[in-house]
């Protein structure tokens, strides 16, 4: 495929997030994997560029999943029924489990490319297991996707069954070497390892100390969970007496941001201590709603941290979350939003569809560079989404087809294309 072109079609994004930037019938210039402008026409210059015209379609950037459990994506929907300590020991920790069998692992893994193939994805942070050869597998279905990613063998010493529990902090540590090497030496060109202590009720403070010489060795990023549930924010005052909040748990250690460009699930009992480490450091807040929702942990008080200038993106926590629609994910952190404003909070202004959907591209996107804008310079990913499968009766602006379309879930069976990094996915419609 060429690599300049123009897309042709309904150009949405969020530049700003309290603004759905549109622009009708325009052109959207891709140059090298990189967006290069929105047109109305095509310049004089650039009259024999090719034109990819999808007609009435949107088009929008590719969704960024900052949290995502590849592991857990074959009960996800099930199993509802508890919190998270009691959730994790009951359904996740067996089903993880599972994947030290790597025929297992194999057949469930491709299961999850395949629904990420078909999701309006592009770029994502996954979590494996603790078993290198089966997070390697899933790191080989992921590449094949054409989605950008970083992927985790998750590290665990501690407060889980056996077969789950690695054996010392030395044998984990060594262990996340050989899978760093090992994914390095595959040459993937789009996946990429991020070191991924499950949190810290599993992992001893020897094993964060062997994780932080890995880390800083391969200077790789770091991705993990935060202040999620108050039974496990009370748990780290008695596992690390010493840290002054659970986050600083993780600082302690090296693996909260600076350096350490880190991602961190939920952060619903965030102190304004941490708050403010969080700031300091710089660390990616990852606001997963449903599985706020479906664990009842409660509701991350977004609004502060999306007012407050920090670093915040979506993710789905599948299995915490039940689907890995970033869609879904989007319309939840609203809905979230208003139950929080008027159960909690009448400050707390609910979040507009602008800032939910900033949060899903841009605000996520930033994780991995200038990714989720159509901004010039931006790397070019996007999701070409045909919405007619919902008619309606009158015509609609623009701004009301995008809020709609994602309020109806349309990634699911209106995905007409997707491109990530300027390279076309082909996906015809309706086959998700
Ligand atoms: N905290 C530690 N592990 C997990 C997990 O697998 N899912 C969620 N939602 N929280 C966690
Ligand atoms: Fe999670």
Same mark, same amino acid.
């Given at each position: 495929?060429?690599?300049?072109?123009?897309?042709?079609?309904? =150009? %949405?994004?969020?530049?700003? @997030?309290?603004?759905?930037?549109?622009?009708?019938?325009?052109?959207?210039?891709?140059?090298?994997?990189? %967006?290069?402008? =929105?047109?109305?026409?095509? !310049?004089?210059?650039?009259?024999?560029?090719?034109?990819?015209? #999808?007609?009435? %379609?949107? =088009?929008?950037?590719?969704?960024?999943?900052?949290?995502?459990?590849?592991?857990?994506?074959?009960?996800?929907?099930?199993?509802?029924?508890?919190?998270?300590?009691?959730?994790?020991?009951?359904?996740?920790?067996?089903? &993880?489990?599972?994947?030290?069998?790597?025929?297992?692992?194999?057949?469930?893994?491709?299961?999850?490319?395949?629904?990420?193939?078909?999701? /309006?994805?592009?770029?994502?942070?996954?979590?494996?297991? *603790?078993?290198?050869?089966?997070?390697?597998?899933?790191?080989?279905?992921?590449?094949?996707?054409?989605?950008?990613?970083?992927?985790?063998?998750?590290?665990?010493?501690?407060?889980?069954?056996?077969?789950?529990?690695?054996?010392?902090?030395?044998? $984990?540590?060594?262990?996340?070497?050989?899978?760093?090497?090992?994914?390095?030496?595959?040459?993937?060109?789009?996946?990429?390892?991020?070191?991924? !202590?499950?949190? *810290?009720?599993?992992?001893?403070?020897?094993?964060?100390?062997?994780?932080?010489?890995?880390?800083?060795? #391969?200077?790789?990023?770091?991705?993990?969970?935060?202040?999620?549930?108050?039974?496990?924010?009370?748990?780290? @005052?008695?596992?690390?007496?010493?840290?002054?909040?659970?986050?600083?748990?993780?600082?302690?250690?090296?693996?909260?941001?600076?350096?350490?460009?880190?991602?961190?699930?939920?952060?619903?009992? $965030?102190?304004?201590?941490?708050?403010?480490?969080?700031? &300091?450091?710089?660390?990616?807040?990852?606001? %997963?709603?449903?599985?706020?929702?479906?664990?009842?942990?409660?509701?991350? !008080?977004?609004? @502060?941290?999306?007012?407050?200038?920090?670093?915040?993106?979506?993710? $789905?926590?599948?299995?915490?979350?039940?689907?890995?629609?970033?869609?879904?994910?989007?319309?939840?952190?609203?809905?979230?939003?208003?139950?929080?404003?008027?159960?909690?909070?009448?400050?707390?202004?609910?979040?507009?569809?602008?800032?939910?959907?900033?949060?899903?591209? @841009?605000?996520?996107? $930033?994780?991995?560079?200038?990714?989720?804008?159509? &901004? &010039?310079?931006?790397?070019?990913?996007?999701?070409?989404?045909?919405?007619?499968?919902?008619?309606?009766?009158?015509?609609?602006?623009?701004?009301?087809?995008?809020?709609? /379309?994602?309020?109806?879930?349309?990634?699911?069976?209106?995905?007409?294309?997707?491109?990530?990094?300027?390279?076309?996915?082909?996906?015809?419609?309706?086959?998700?």
């Amino acid at each position: 495929m060429n690599d300049t072109f123009f897309l042709k079609g309904n =150009i %949405c994004h969020t530049p700003v @997030k309290d603004r759905l930037d549109v622009h009708e019938g325009a052109y959207l210039l891709c140059e090298d994997g990189r %967006c290069g402008g =929105i047109f109305d026409a095509p !310049p004089p210059a650039l009259r024999a560029v090719p034109v990819l015209d #999808y007609g009435d %379609c949107l =088009i929008l950037p590719g969704m960024v999943d900052l949290h995502i459990h590849a592991s857990q994506f074959a009960y996800r929907g099930t199993g509802m029924d508890e919190q998270l300590l009691e959730w994790l020991q009951k359904y996740t920790f067996p089903e &993880e489990s599972r994947y030290a069998d790597p025929a297992y692992a194999e057949r469930a893994y491709r299961i999850f490319a395949d629904a990420m193939d078909k999701s /309006a994805t592009t770029r994502a942070a996954v979590f494996g297991t *603790i078993h290198r050869d089966a997070t390697l597998c899933l790191m080989d279905f992921l590449e094949g996707t054409g989605i950008i990613s970083y992927v985790g063998k998750v590290n665990m010493d501690r407060d889980a069954p056996p077969a789950l529990t690695e054996k010392d902090a030395d044998s $984990s540590a060594f262990d996340t070497f050989g899978f760093v090497n090992a994914a390095h030496k595959r040459g993937y060109r789009r996946t990429m390892p991020i070191l991924t !202590p499950r949190f *810290i009720p599993t992992c001893s403070d020897e094993l964060l100390s062997a994780l932080s010489e890995v880390r800083r060795a #391969y200077d790789l990023p770091v991705q993990s969970h935060l202040s999620e549930n108050p039974e496990e924010v009370m748990l780290i @005052k008695l596992l690390m007496p010493e840290a002054a909040f659970y986050g600083d748990g993780y600082d302690r250690f090296g693996l909260f941001g600076g350096d350490a460009r880190t991602i961190m699930a939920h952060c619903v009992y $965030s102190s304004a201590e941490e708050i403010a480490r969080i700031r &300091e450091r710089g660390v990616w807040i990852a606001h %997963c709603p449903a599985s706020n929702m479906n664990l009842a942990s409660g509701i991350a !008080p977004i609004r @502060k941290y999306v007012d407050g200038g920090l670093r915040v993106g979506l993710g $789905s926590d599948v299995a915490g979350g039940q689907t890995e629609s970033m869609f879904r994910a989007m319309t939840d952190a609203i809905q979230v939003s208003k139950l929080y404003w008027r159960y909690h909070d009448h400050s707390a202004r609910p979040l507009s569809f602008s800032e939910s959907f900033y949060l899903a591209t @841009k605000g996520g996107g $930033s994780f991995f560079g200038q990714v989720g804008s159509f &901004e &010039e310079g931006f790397e070019f990913d996007a999701v070409v989404l045909d919405d007619s499968l919902a008619p309606h009766p009158q015509p609609l602006t623009l701004q009301d087809r995008v809020e709609r /379309a994602v309020y109806l879930g349309l990634d699911r069976g209106g995905i007409r294309e997707k491109f990530i990094r300027g390279v076309k996915r082909g996906l015809d419609a309706g086959t998700s």
